[in-house]
């Protein structure tokens, strides 16, 4: 690790970290209204269609994609463009995101105390593997993926920063699980809805648990076409701010077929540096 990687690391453990999801009580969460969480679904599947096509919408095109009645949707969209995060480019182009969304989208990543922290170690690792990093989050019984470096082969390990994966049949949920104490993870693999990825799957809780221990023991967790039967991941759990994450390098299986070891420690050497533990 380079001495600009070591002064990143320092700057993110001085920053404090905000409380998750845990924070929120049972009855504040039941108490928000239902009209408010669609309405706010509303708006990020509009902005993921844009996102996904890059090209105006009209009215018509956006009702019809996003199976929304036109009133709804108009009243979004113009609720936007008044809003300063949509502009209208005529009756025949549409509508179109301003950069509004990509300022205010920069301003919170360059300040996000974790994607400091991660940033620099996933550019080192993907430099220096030529493979697809992974900054992942334990998010309930479901591991998130809150950063991505991808390296620049066309075949590669495809993630994208937000994916969300089961935790049982991915290499940075056994890492995560494995931070825990015992009694803590028997009970959140008993909560999992332990699904068939592919046939190499494991769904047995008992299998589950023991290849985390097996993984806690080694330093590292290696998964081989659990999720997807042509890929492998290898991760290390760390924690910061109280919460669980880990790096992980995700790779076609006969690329890194002889080189577990080899990234299993190196993953476990940026993990060391920046854990809390």
Known sequence: MNDKTNKSYRSAQATAVAPGPDAVDAETAQSLPAAGVK??????????????????????????????PK????????????????????????????????????R?????????????VLADLCSQLAE???????????????DVAEPTQV????AHAGQRKPIHSAASGRAMLALM?????????????LQHYSPA?????KAIAEQVEMGARRGWHVVV?????????????FRFGGEEYAFVIGAPIQRIADRHDEIGALLLQYANAVSED
């Not at 919170?108 to 620099?120: K, M, Q, T, V």
């Not at 799957?201 to 809780?205: Q, R, S």
Request: with cysteine.
């Open 181 to 193: 104490e015992p009694a803590t993870r028997e009970a959140l693999i008993r909560q999992l809805e």
């Open 108 to 120: 919170i990543s360059n300040r996000d105390p974790i994607l400091a922290l991660a940033a620099p």
């Open 39 to 68: 309405s706010a679904l509303r708006v990020l599947t509009v902005l993921e269609y844009f996102a996904r096509t890059s090209k105006p919408a009209t009215l018509a095109q956006l009702s019809k994609q996003l199976e929304l």
């Open 201 to 205: 799957t494991l769904v047995d809780p």
């Open 225 to 237: 076409g659990e999720y997807r039967s042509d890929t492998t991941a290898i991760a290390v759990g």
């Open 155 to 158: 075949l590669r390990f495809a």
């Open 132 to 146: 697809t990093a992974i900054l992942a989050k334990r998010d309930g019984v479901e591991v998130l993926y809150l």
């Open 71 to 106: 009133s709804s949707c108009f009243a979004l969209l113009e609720t936007l463009r008044q809003a300063g995060y949509m502009y209208w480019l005529g009756k025949d182009s549409g509508y179109y995101p301003t950069r509004r969304w990509r300022d205010l989208g920069e």
